[in-house]
């Protein structure tokens, strides 16, 4: 087994460890996953959480859906770089829209680009269509 199969191996390892902590809703374990100064960004809104505010930060997200449920559809991993296609829905808990959009279903496909370093998660940026959830809402009219 080569170094390379090693590595591939470890990050794969760790993009199922994070997928598996979304899974069971546990932001200290996912947030175990970074680099001291790993960083987590949420691109659509604009924010990111470095080092210790990761946990923080995916902690916020899952208080914001209820009945979150993970869906893991692809995993990629190279060794320095890896990629998730999932999907997460649940109850909006302000997550999107306003107060009159509390507790109505959403869901979304979400696109997370990882980078890592010595096997832990040095980045990782999540990609969604906003779009879609205001719709699913009630924020924006429904398209055609």
Same mark, same amino acid.
Do not use: C, H
């Given at each position: ?5 090693? &590595? ?5 390892? @760790? ?8 899974? @069971? ?16 960004? =949420? ?6 959480? @470095?080092?210790? =505010? ?11 859906? &209820? ?58 940026? =999540? ?18």
């Amino acid at each position: 087994m080569s170094n390379r199969d090693v &590595e591939e191996g470890g990050t794969r390892a @760790t993009l199922q460890a994070w997928a598996d902590a979304y899974s @069971t809703r546990s932001a200290k374990a996912l947030a175990a996953l970074y680099t001291v100064n790993g960083v987590y960004e =949420d691109v659509p809104s604009g924010f990111s959480a @470095t080092g210790p =505010d990761v946990e923080g930060f995916a902690q916020g997200f899952l208080g914001m859906v &209820e009945s979150f449920e993970f869906i893991l559809e692809g995993l990629f991993a190279d060794g320095t770089r890896g990629a998730l296609a999932w999907t997460f829905r649940g109850r909006n808990n302000s997550f999107v829209g306003d107060e009159g959009a509390k507790g109505k279903a959403i869901a979304a496909r979400v696109f997370t680009a990882f980078s890592f370093e010595g096997g832990r998660i040095a980045r990782s940026s =999540d990609y969604y269509d906003t779009a879609s959830l205001m719709r699913q809402v009630g924020a924006l009219p429904q398209d055609g």
